[in-house]
């Protein structure tokens, strides 16, 4: 669908329905996939969000959905399309504010997670359940099945809404790399899409910690920062790089065949107005934190992070660590969130407190810097990669004001999904609601 120019801004998208208003007599499936905007109003706070990697439509466009309460009385849930939550759609409720209902819910457990996710796809054997994991005091384990008590109720007559948790969502096990009672809390975690047997935790301990969830050990566990560890993650399809990011304001990446080195990738420094670098009261200023990163799905060399209560998002190449290649400084409030999109290497998503979801084109980065060293000859090259004739020349960083398209939704935009089995959808959370943007 061709998006309309905003006035003065990029591109909107997710406007209302790909084309003429459903008919109300169509079929349940297809009134909700026209729709642009699929939403879901939760029970409590939503914090923990991710798709499904099933690759079939029904299974692909399901969400997992974590609270975030302080009562300690949060949960996860399954969500799915009403129709799909039928039998064949003849549940379908017309009349529902919500285009989702939930399958599948757990008990209370005291802590919010702070990261869910499903196991990745790799094909082959199907089996009857499919496995997520959590993180928030401990690393959990879910088994998510048919709940065939629920299932075998019969339907009553004139019964409009379908029936909910079809399934269940039962605790398959809860892993701590530690004897004691107490496990310092995890702040996020990652899913190694080559081997989906290992899982990479981050805690506020300064460790990170491989786990082997087939047999549910720890793998090995390291001290990954000076301070806490905020959040971690897999180079896509690579079975041993990963990075993670911290209190210390540093991006490191680790190889787990030579744990004994690591690699710095990038450090932030003091961020005073009008205050120069080499000033020494700048050098004694602590480093900003960095609360997250990702690497670009489709191509590892490339990774984003952002600094703490920052408006902009950096864009890494590791092959020429200490500069950002690009630097997306659109947002007007605190960047929350970030997904790079896994259909296209020069695509990312990301979500701020000024309710906006921008998509930024970002596939310029290697011309552009090279122009921009033909630009900056002073430019220093202190930072090349060593004669790598793979690696981009370094230049200054790339500055992107205007996203490729937005979005704005209702309120701050606390975490972000983009559909590896189902490209076209970008889930978003914020406040009770979650939305299913169509790109």
Partial sequence: MASPKTAGGPPAFA???????????GPASSRLLRKEILSYSAPWPVYGLDWSNQPTEREALRLAVGSFIEDGSNKIQVITLQDFAGHDGKDYN????????????TSSQQYPVTKIKWEPYKGGHRRSYDLLATTGDYLRLWDLKDDLDNDNISNTIGRRHPPLMRQQLAQKAVLANTKANFCAPLTSFDWNTYDPALIVTSSIDTT???????????????????????????????????????????????????????????????SIPGMQPNNPQAAAQPPVPLLRLSFNKLDPNYLSTFHMDSSSVQILDIRVPGIPISELRGHKGAVNCMAWSPANTSEIATGSDDHQVFIWEVNQMRHDRSEDMDQNPHHSKSGSS?????????????????????????????????SSASPDWVAVGFGRTVQALRL
Wanted: charged share 15%.
């Fill in 94 to 105: 017309p009349n529902s504010m919500s285009d989702w209902v939930p399958l599948a819910e």
């Fill in 15 to 25: 406007q209302g329905f790909m084309s003429s208003s459903p008919s109300a007599s």
């Fill in 208 to 270: 990170c910690t491989v786990w082997n969830v087939e047999t549910q050990q720890a793998k090995t566990q390291l001290i990954a920062h000076d301070k806490e560890v905020y959040d971690v993650t897999f180079a896509n399809n690579n079975a041993h790089i990963f990075a993670s990011v911290g209190a210390d304001g540093s991006v490191r990446m680790f190889d787990l065949r030579a744990l004994e080195h690591s690699t710095i990738i990038y450090e932030t420094t003091s």
């Fill in 386 to 418: 060593g004669g790598n004739p793979k690696a981009p020349v370094v230049s200054s960083t790339r500055v992107l004001h205007e996203p490729y398209r937005a979005a704005n939704v209702g309120g701050e935009v606390n975490q972000l999904a983009w």
